[in-house]
């Protein structure tokens, strides 16, 4: 199951799910509430997404992952990491990847270009009881800064959408609440296996931050970490894609070697 992060929708998971059912797995992509819907619906009417929170959308996940047959592996990237460990956390999934993963509460996520990619978000008045929007210059920054403009220009016009403002103040404000939707317990040694992956250009989750959230791990259950160089936050999309799922593909069948998959 494939979990998409903030400002795109399942749409980007379209060259991962077509690696795995290649290989057997029989895929799903499960849109965020309000963005079961095309990109341009979207962009047309955000609505739906006005106040949605990471509590929601966690919850929501968990529900889709309820009421499958089996326990799913779980692939997340952004917000959608954050999502696989929590999910994890619950005790729901067979195992997880974290792909440039959102970082939990406890992991210090305040790098210069992590704060200069949401500056526009974080600074709207009232932004998170707003949709918010980014800029093709803000999308390029944050996710696709070293492809040439064109490319970065059509991932824009293809796959960006509007965003509800509040799961970013959510994240921004972890440390300052202690209730906050973003905790997972680094100590569960309970949960199934995670793999923790980063790329080293990533500018909105630096890889810094990626391996404080796996330093912050602590417990007897498996927890690993890659990080690949030249990477943005593209990473599940941008040329090279293919090494990123073959090293999740490879992990996922060396820690769940017992998963049936479609012949």
């Not at 077509?18 to 009417?45: N, T």
């Not at 009421?67 to 994890?88: C, D, N």
Request: some cysteine.
């Amino acid at each position: 199951m494939f979990i998409h992060g903030a400002w795109v929708t399942p749409a980007c998971w379209e060259s991962f799910s077509g690696f795995f059912s290649e290989r057997g797995y029989q895929c799903i992509a499960p849109a965020w509430p309000g963005k079961d819907r095309s990109v341009g619906a979207i962009r047309s009417d955000p609505s739906p997404l006005l106040g949605l929170g990471i509590a929601e959308i966690a919850d929501h996940f968990g529900r889709v992952v309820c009421a499958l047959p089996e326990p799913p592996i779980l692939v997340g990237h952004s917000f959608g990491g954050l999502i696989v460990q929590i999910l994890l956390d619950r005790g729901l999934g067979a195992c997880g990847v974290a792909i440039d993963p959102a970082p939990p509460r406890g992991v210090f996520a305040f790098e210069p270009s992590a704060v200069r990619s949401l500056a526009s978000v974080l600074t709207t008045w009232r932004g998170w009881r707003k949709v918010v929007r980014w800029s093709p210059a803000n999308f390029r920054y944050a996710f696709v800064h070293t492809l040439p403009e064109d490319q970065a220009r059509a991932a824009y016009d293809t796959y960006v959408t509007p965003e509800t403002g509040r799961i970013f103040f959510q994240g921004a404000l972890a440390g300052f609440d202690r209730h906050s939707p973003t905790i997972v317990n680094f100590r569960n040694g309970a949960r199934a296996p995670l793999l923790i992956l980063a790329g080293s250009e990533d500018h909105i989750v630096p890889a810094a931050v990626v391996r404080r959230t796996y330093g912050r791990y602590s417990s007897s259950a498996v927890t690993d970490f890659r990080e690949f160089a030249g990477r943005t936050h593209w990473i599940i999309a941008q040329e090279g894609w293919q090494e990123v799922a073959g090293a999740a593909f490879d992990w996922i069948d060396a820690h769940v070697p017992a998963v049936e998959v479609a012949g």
